[in-house]
């Protein structure tokens, strides 16, 4: 490391952790019960279930020819006058459920009224590679209620 | 907005498109190496190092010149410091 890198580094985190240890301290701490029970329930998107949210949703805009939205927008791709939520179910997730917190719900259906626009959910399932359709966006399980499964043809009727 | 920040009691707050949060990250690469703790959490989608975390995006907001991405990254910085003992990075 070069004299630059480490006048940079003390700026970050390295920088800290480099202070902490030198003195002995920055020990970690165990996680409550609660804590682990959270990280059983809320499964942590790694790398490699980020590379593959966004191959569902690069699949999902080349169908659909939707535009992909960048920054915080409430929606992950917009065509027209709809927004689309893609959800992605991994491989080896046992449950069929994807969830939509109420909170974002309410944020998407503020955005989508202020906009005059019509909310869609579309499910990639990575374990069967099936892609699953819902009018409005909520919490699914899939194969019950308004969720239904769509081939490609049927999901770019959906989005003409 | 696939992905959300959840702690120790639940839901914290949105986080990002996928597309925002993979231009994010990538972004964020550019200034801080793989080993420091923002780089990580974006990696294994969890820490319990929220104020690390915290101060490697303070350090590399003023850094990055797309005002959308600054603005992701304010909103994460926001969610983090509301978290309780655990961040994840959630869909």
Redesign the interface.
């Known amino acids: 490391m070069n004299l630059a890198s480490t006048i940079e580094?003390y700026?970050?985190?390295?920088g800290?952790?480099h202070a902490w240890d030198t003195r002995g301290r920055g020990r970690?701490?165990q996680?409550?019960n609660?804590?682990q029970?959270?990280?059983a329930a809320?499964?942590?998107?790694?790398?490699e279930?980020?590379r593959l949210?966004?191959e569902?949703?690069k699949l999902i805009s080349a169908i659909i020819h939707g535009q992909?939205?960048?920054?915080?927008?409430?929606?992950?791709i917009i065509k027209g006058k709809n927004g689309i939520?893609?959800?992605?179910i991994f491989p080896g997730v046992k449950n069929d459920k994807i969830t939509i917190?109420p909170?974002?719900r309410m944020?998407?259906e503020e955005f989508a009224r202020k906009n005059k626009i019509e909310m869609h959910t579309v499910v990639v399932d990575r374990r069967t590679n099936e892609i699953h359709y819902a009018p409005g966006v909520k919490s699914y399980r899939l194969g019950i209620g308004r969720i239904k499964k769509v081939s490609v043809k049927e999901l770019t009727e959906i989005f003409k | 907005?696939?992905?959300?920040l959840?702690?120790?009691?639940?839901?914290v707050?949105?986080?990002?498109?996928?597309?925002?949060?993979?231009?994010m990250?990538k972004s964020c690469g550019n200034f801080?190496?793989p080993?420091?703790?923002?780089m990580r959490f974006?990696?294994?989608?969890?820490t319990?190092?929220m104020l690390?975390?915290i101060?490697?995006i303070k350090?590399v907001i003023p850094r990055i010149s797309e005002a959308?991405?600054r603005?992701?990254l304010g909103?994460l910085k926001d969610s983090l410091s509301k978290a309780k003992?655990?961040a994840?990075?959630?869909?």
């Open positions: 580094a700026g970050t985190s390295q800290a952790e970690k701490e996680l409550s609660k804590a029970r959270a990280r809320y499964v942590p998107c790694t790398a279930k980020q949210a966004d569902s949703e992909r939205t960048a920054d915080n927008a409430p929606f992950d939520e893609v959800k992605t917190h909170e974002s944020r998407k | 907005m696939s992905f959300y959840a702690d120790r009691n639940g839901y707050g949105d986080l990002a498109s996928i597309n925002g949060f993979m231009q990250k801080l190496s080993s420091t703790s923002l974006l990696d294994e989608g969890e319990t190092e690390n975390v101060q490697d350090f959308s991405i603005s992701t909103d003992e655990i994840i990075v959630t869909q």
